[in-house]
Structures are given as C-alpha cells and as structure tokens.
T-cell receptor
C-alpha cells in the first residue's frame, strides 16, 4: 500500500518567518503534486515535480523532489498571511493519486 | 477558461433522502474522480472513471454510486445519506492515468453537503 506522510501536521508561524513542509513515502512515484486548499474551496495545484532531484520555484515557494522520487519538500520564504491554508502533496501512483496527510499552515500578521 | 465545475456549491438534504451532486469539465480529460473530504483531512478517493470504465475503491460504501453519461459530465449519487456523509465532495480530472506521461489532477471547487 502506498502511503504519503506529511510533517508537520499543523504549523502556526509569524509573518516573515521561513518554513519547510515534508512529504515522505517508502514508495516511488512517477510524479508528485503540491496543492494549497483554502476553507470551503477545492485544492489548487501549485506545482508538479517529475524528475528525481528536481527543484521548482514559484515566487517565495521552493519545491524539491527527492533523488529517489519517494519524498518531496516545500519551503516557504518570508511567509505571509495569504499563505495560510491546507497544503497537500499527492503522488501519482499506477492507477490513482495518493494524497498525503496534509499540513495546516497558519501565518499570523 | 478550461475548468472543472461543480454544482451546487452547497447542498442540504435530509437523512435518508437521495441526493445527486454534479461535475462537469471542459478539459476533455479521460479520467474523472470523486473524493470525499471531511474537516481538515486529506481527500479520500471514492471512485474514478477512466473514460467509461468505472473503478470503485474497495472501502467505498454501496450507498455511493456514480454515473458518467459522457466525457464532460459525472454525477455522484448518495442513495440514503446518513449524518456521517456530511462532507465536502470534490470532483477532479486528469488527462490520463498510469504514469506514462505527465498527468496533473485538477479539482473543482467542491460541493459541501449538509445532512439534517
């Protein structure tokens, strides 16, 4: 069974701080996606990583796919209140996507 | 813009009264998914269609059914909603499956179901 564990589960930080969210598995994924979800809305795709070791940047967000394509990280620099939300990673398995357990981030002004 | 649309955004039903949620897509994707998401949890896959082929998750209750009359539309039917079925229901699409090519998954805004 493919599982994705995210850590931390909850994170509350002050505006301007940096943070890293981890997404780990013992399984290999052909690609991995990161989403942000705000209350009452569907998840919005932030990025897809495909190649082992790949690094992608989206403004203040940096995403990395592990060399073995079993894990990924999301780093946010100088967090802002607008970054508040539920962050989900999802690995593309053979026949379906496997979602991580989620990280709920709150950035305080 | 190409997108995934869900109607209604909010649905209230009574205990035991059948309810249907709808999803449409303009992406012309082969795969459509239905997820159930309860408060602050990750989405849980109920089933998916690859074209007309229906794939049910092993732990999806029989109370949940789905129909896909054409490429663009997919419906979630809850035959006898219980209080425990109150949740956000998310529809998603992807071009393909199987890892042979990049298959990003796109979500609709969701339908929040309340069961009274």
């Amino acid at each position: 069974t493919q599982l994705l564990e995210q850590s931390p589960q909850f994170l509350s930080i002050q505006e301007g701080e940096n943070l890293t969210v981890y997404c780990n598995s013992s399984s290999v994924f052909s690609s991995l996606q990161w989403y942000r979800q705000e209350p009452g809305e569907g998840p919005v795709l932030l990025v897809t990583v495909v190649t082992g070791g790949e690094v992608k940047k989206l403004k203040r967000l940096t995403f990395q796919f592990g060399d073995a394509r079993k894990d990924s990280s999301l780093h946010i620099t100088a967090a802002q209140p607008g970054d508040t939300g539920l962050y989900l990673c999802a690995g593309e398995g053979t026949y379906k996507y496997i979602f991580g357990t989620g990280t709920r981030l709150k950035v305080l002004a | 813009d190409a997108m995934v649309i869900q109607n209604p955004r909010y649905q209230v039903t009574q205990f035991g009264k059948p309810v249907t949620l709808s999803c449409s897509q303009t992406l012309n994707h082969n795969v459509m998914y239905w997820y159930q998401q309860k408060s602050s949890q990750a989405p849980k896959l109920l089933f998916h269609y690859y074209d007309k082929d229906f794939n049910n998750e092993a732990d999806t209750p029989d109370n949940f059914q789905s129909r896909r009359p054409n490429t663009s539309f997919c419906f979630l039917d809850i035959r006898s909603p219980g209080l425990g079925d109150a949740a956000m229901y998310l529809c998603a699409t992807s071009r393909d499956l199987g890892g042979a090519s990049l298959n990003e998954q796109f979500f609709g805004p969701g339908t929040r179901l309340t069961v009274l």
